[in-house]
Structures are given as structure tokens and as C-alpha cells.
């Protein structure tokens, strides 16, 4: 295991108020292995509640407030249909809207480069970000404003604090976070 990764379980230790002894750190493969380890620490079984469902909510009623849809957005719905992924002043409204930061994904090229904006790399498909997903990146960009550490009653609650802590540890675009990443192979962490 790597300095980074240390560093990484170090301030998931501290978030969740726990200690990850080192041999269970070190079968810490992919950010779902760190949301399992922990939910086990702090006997954490429901995946949901309700979490997950406020922020889709807080999220549609943004949207139609900014005059960006006039329905509900099904949780599969395709976000960047409805938002310009390249319109700053959206996000900023969205935001202004939701009481939150809203990030904007950084995108690619049809050649694989990334757009003049964002010069890095991304290994997703901003196009295929649902409104699920989207809620999902919002929750852990904002975990320590709508996650309460003390309070923590679902796995979903977890991954969100896990990918926001991720995401900021690494200096990483939090599409690019999901549980299944391997945090040294997908996420290039030593």
C-alpha cells in the first residue's frame, strides 16, 4: 500500500471516527472494499434511507425553479440533455438554487482528448451521466454539508462521504468516482 492510500484511509478514519487496522486496510482494493469496511465498522446494514431520494428531490425542484425542465426528471433520465454540460452559468444557478456546489464534468472530445477548459484526461462519458448519477456526484461533492458523521444510518450515506473525500484527497473529477473503481488501477493511487 502506497503513501496516498494511507493518506486516503487516514481521512476516511478521521471522517467516520474510526480505525481501520492495517491488515483490513490492506485487502482495500476498490471504494466499494473501504464502504464495506466501514459500514461493518459502525454496523451499518440499510443501504438507503432516504438520503439518496432527498437529493433527486432537492435536485428536480432546482431544475424546474431554474426553468430548465418543467417535469420531474426520472432517475435514469440523461442530465446532459437538460443541462449544458459546457454552461458554467447553469451550474452556477443550479447551485445558487440547491444551496450547494454543483460540478461541472469535465468532457472529452470526439477524438478522446479532453475539452480546451479541463486539460486532464477523463475515462467517462459525461453524455451517458443520469439524473441519478448527477444527485449522486452532488451528495458527495457536498458530503460534509448534508452528511452528518455522527448520524450516518445507510451504506448510500457512506459511498457518498467515501467519493467526496475521494475525490477531494486525490484532487480527482468526481464523475470519475464510482465504488467499483479499483482506487490503485482506476484511479492511478500508489
Do not use: W
Request: proline letters at 5%; glycine letters at 4%.
Amino acid at each position: 500500500m502506497g503513501t496516498d492510500t494511507v493518506e486516503l484511509i487516514h481521512e476516511y478514519e478521521k471522517y467516520f471516527n474510526i480505525h481501520i487496522p492495517n491488515e483490513e486496510a490492506a485487502r482495500i482494493d476498490t471504494l466499494q472494499d473501504a464502504i464495506d469496511c466501514i459500514a461493518r465498522q459502525l454496523k451499518i446494514e440499510e443501504e438507503e434511507t432516504g438520503t439518496r431520494e432527498f437529493m433527486h428531490t432537492r435536485l428536480n425542484t432546482a431544475l424546474i425553479e431554474t426553468g430548465r425542465t418543467t417535469a420531474q426528471l426520472t432517475p435514469r433520465a440523461p442530465i446532459f440533455d437538460i443541462i449544458p454540460a459546457d454552461d458554467r452559468n447553469c451550474f452556477d444557478m443550479l447551485a445558487n438554487k440547491m444551496g450547494l456546489s454543483v460540478p461541472q464534468p469535465s468532457r472529452k472530445t470526439d477524438d478522446g482528448l479532453s475539452d480546451k477548459f479541463i486539460p486532464k484526461k477523463v475515462n467517462y462519458d459525461y453524455r451517458l451521466v443520469t439524473a441519478a448519477r448527477f444527485a449522486d456526484v452532488i451528495c458527495a461533492e457536498n458530503f460534509r454539508k448534508v452528511i452528518d458523521p455522527h448520524t450516518i444510518n445507510s451504506r448510500y450515506e457512506i459511498a457518498a462521504a467515501i467519493m467526496g473525500i475521494t475525490s477531494q484527497v486525490l484532487g480527482i473529477d468526481p464523475y470519475e468516482i464510482t465504488p467499483q473503481k479499483s482506487i490503485a488501477k482506476d484511479l492511478k493511487v500508489d
